[in-house]
């Protein structure tokens, strides 16, 4: 089926999320370089990875890019696939991209792993617009969790006077229209961490995400009856949480 999008544009965003499923954040000036660089003769080996082919350069692909909100540049100069980026990117790919897997059966994430935070990234992004319940996810995560994966629930664990920066996060989500909202409870109140994914399915993740590159750890589908009983409980908690109210100033 045909794609809407210029097949060039299709290539540079599929060329930063190869590059994101791999774990190398592309730079801004890598990417131009990328959008401006004749590209080069067909061989095999270059057909077969599909990211190359035509003639020309765009100049103008990674303002029009920014513009149209498929990336994002981080303050380190890091480029990053928006949730509708992503989703640009995966419509028009002929098997390179390939489709983040549903946290189905059973990922093991290992410290050793180079590719560890890869692996990580697919399976949550495989949730769709999921909710995550994690309740000692860090601040410091949300930027990887805005970025890489269309998760729009969070569920933390924190003290109304220990919300750091989640307010000033919340407010950036909204601000880029990335639609996340983010709720918590008292610490007491949760321990396990879950992933319910868009189209129901529920996974145990068994550490903290803060701690992947320090500890093994597992992400496991949870089979029914379980599941169902489980999301219920989510669901209350969901219900019970207060909202985390967006801030885009020190003034509010």
């Not at 299709?10 to 660089?37: C, F, H, K, M, N």
């Not at 981080?74 to 983040?100: C, I, Q, W």
């Not at 307010?167 to 229209?177: E, H, R, S």
């Amino acid at each position: 089926m045909a794609t809407p999008v210029p097949d060039d544009l299709l290539r540079i965003a599929q060329y930063v999320g190869l590059a994101e499923d791999a774990g190398y954040p592309l730079s801004e000036r890598q990417l131009w370089t990328y959008a401006e660089t004749p590209l080069p003769r067909r061989t095999t080996d270059l057909a077969r990875l599909g990211i190359f082919g035509g003639r020309g350069a765009l100049v103008d692909a990674v303002p029009y890019m920014r513009r149209v909100g498929w990336i994002l540049t981080l303050e380190d100069g890091t480029v990053r696939l928006t949730a509708l980026g992503r989703a640009v990117a995966k419509s028009g790919t002929t098997g390179v991209l390939a489709e983040a897997p549903a946290p189905v059966g059973l990922v093991i994430l290992s410290p050793d792993d180079p590719l560890n935070l890869a692996t990580l990234t697919r399976s949550i992004a495989g949730a769709g617009a999921g909710m995550l319940v994690d309740p000692y996810f860090q601040d410091d995560m949300f930027e990887w969790l805005m970025s890489s994966t269309s998760i729009d629930r969070v569920l933390l664990g924190r003290k109304a006077t220990k919300l750091g920066s989640l307010p000033f996060i919340a407010g950036a989500a909204a601000k880029m229209g990335r639609g996340l909202s983010v709720r918590y409870l008292p610490p007491d109140r949760m321990h396990d961490r879950y992933l319910v994914a868009e189209n129901g399915d529920l996974s145990m993740i068994g550490a903290s995400l803060n701690g992947v590159h320090r500890n093994d750890t597992a992400i496991m589908r949870v089979p029914a009856p379980g599941a169902a009983t489980i999301k219920r409980r989510l669901a209350n908690l969901w219900d019970q949480a207060m909202p985390v109210e967006p801030k885009s100033s020190l003034t509010e």
